[in-house]
């Protein structure tokens, strides 16, 4: 909704400027880039989402490097009022993922970035690019018909979780460090530690524990930029 106010009135801007399209394509048209531009928005997971999409256009061919990124900006105070009205906000404004006080989640505004190369480019190459970590699987699904709209379903967490060590061809004990969803909600919270149980568990030794963690208590929920808040 755009009012007609002096500081407000339509400009050749605003068409542009309020089109969630464009924010891939502003970016594409500033550094000159020329493969697929796509701005995704499937709320929590957004850039997550486009991480996967960045990592089979890299494995089709469609173009040789990617730059994943997610933004989140706090513009208006409706979206306050309705997730206050929701009851889905923390009360004291502190996010409390996985504790028994866990009452709500906290917005937070931020922006995350990473460049994705086929690591065999790098290598083939012996350029100077710093690989910080390797991407070596990763999944997307959906929940399906659950309780509510926004509640999370356990068995499909534990789906997309096993299709991802699947893809990364890596055992479930094997893996020794997760960076949850961690909303701080009295719903989700349990429902993703038990997903989390139920895949790395079985078989694990007590001298190779699974370490749990959250950034949003640090940083807050980005919202669709939380999943790259994670991976970075």
Known sequence: CIRDSPKERANPYSGTGHAQSIAANRISYTLGLTGPSVSMDTACSSSLVALDAARS????GS?????????????D???FL??????MLAKDGRCKAFDASADGYVRGEGVGAVVLKRLSDVQAEGSKDRVLAVLRGTAVNQ????AVLTAPKGPAQEAVIRRALREANIEAVDVSYVVAHGTGTSLGDPIEIG???SVYGPGRSTDHPLVVTSVKPNIGHLE????IANVV
């Not at 256009?57 to 089709?60: A, E, G, K, N, V």
Request: glycine share 8%; proline share 0%; charged share 15%.
């Open 195 to 197: 997903a989390l149980k």
């Open 63 to 75: 173009c040789n490097l990617a730059l994943v990124a997610g933004v989140n900006l706090m513009l």
């Open 57 to 60: 256009s890299l494995r089709l």
């Open 82 to 87: 309705v997730f206050c009205q929701a009851h």
């Open 143 to 146: 929940d399906g018909r659950s």
């Open 224 to 227: 669709a930029a939380a999943g």
């Open 77 to 79: 105070s409706k979206s």
